[in-house]
């Protein structure tokens, strides 16, 4: 059973530019969530798709977007890069008892994550 | 506001024991625990309910308490394979979260031979 894939796992971009980050969930999960990770820091949320919308966003700017699409598969952009987007971006899928609120929504799969450097 | 976690790091030798905190200044609904190794990702261990529930994994068992929002991870007779990055992630309480998680800062955890 494939858990979460994401691609690439590695890239680096210079300032200004504009990166696309994809990610595969979990069999049988329908949500994904995508995460910012800097080094040495627990990882931050930015959004939340569910049923192919924005369903909850952190505390990132519009330069930060994302899609998901019918097969629960998603993409997070980011455009204008600057140096502080270097991270670890994390995807994370979870299960279907997202839709009720359920505790079991909440548990979280990750994937490897996509290393961004921005130079 | 992201939970607090102490210590940043923990250095054991096999076999010790060891306690991670997590605090929190908002009320919470659930706190989950994950661990992350280096180069890899964060793997869930465990979900704690509202309700002071104390729940286990083989030797790591977490507790849960409500009224002081603080939740601690207990690691039993630490093996190196214990070795990594905790976090503890948070769900407020208010039913508006589904699913959004806030991770502390993170506990490092080295046990050596």
């Known amino acids: 059973d494939a858990g979460v894939t994401q691609s690439p796992t590695h890239l680096i971009k210079t300032r200004g530019q504009q990166v696309t980050l994809r990610c595969s969930p979990k069999?049988?999960?329908?949500?994904v969530s995508w995460y910012q990770q800097a080094l040495g820091q627990g990882p931050q949320f930015i959004f939340q798709?569910?049923?192919?919308?924005?369903?909850q966003r952190g505390n990132f700017p519009d330069r930060f977007s994302g899609h998901q699409f019918p097969n629960y598969s998603s993409e997070l952009n980011v455009n204008a890069l600057l140096l502080g987007d270097s991270a670890l971006y994390l995807c994370?899928?979870?299960?279907?008892?997202?839709?009720?609120?359920?505790?079991?929504?909440?548990?979280?799969?990750f994937g490897a994550g996509s290393r961004l450097t921005v130079l | 506001q992201q939970p607090v976690q102490s210590p940043q790091a923990v250095i054991l030798r096999e076999g010790e024991d060891a306690v991670i905190n997590c605090s929190s200044s908002?009320?919470?609904?659930?706190v989950h625990w994950y661990r992350q190794k280096h180069g890899e990702a964060p793997v869930f261990l465990m979900i704690l309910l509202k309700g002071g529930e104390q729940k286990g994994h083989e030797k790591i068992s977490a507790s849960f308490n409500e009224k002081k929002q603080q939740s601690s991870l207990y690691l039993t007779a630490s093996q190196l394979s214990y070795s990594g990055t905790y976090f503890c992630?948070?769900?407020?309480?208010?039913?508006?979260?589904?699913?959004?998680?806030?991770f502390g800062q993170g506990t490092i955890l080295t046990v050596h031979p």
């Open positions: 994370a899928s979870s299960p279907l008892g997202v839709r009720t609120g359920g505790p079991g929504a909440n548990v979280l799969t």
């Open positions: 798709y569910y049923e192919e919308e924005e369903r």
């Open positions: 992630g948070t769900v407020n309480a208010g039913g508006t979260s589904y699913g959004k998680l806030t």
């Open positions: 908002k009320a919470l609904y659930s």
């Open positions: 069999s049988g999960h329908d949500t």
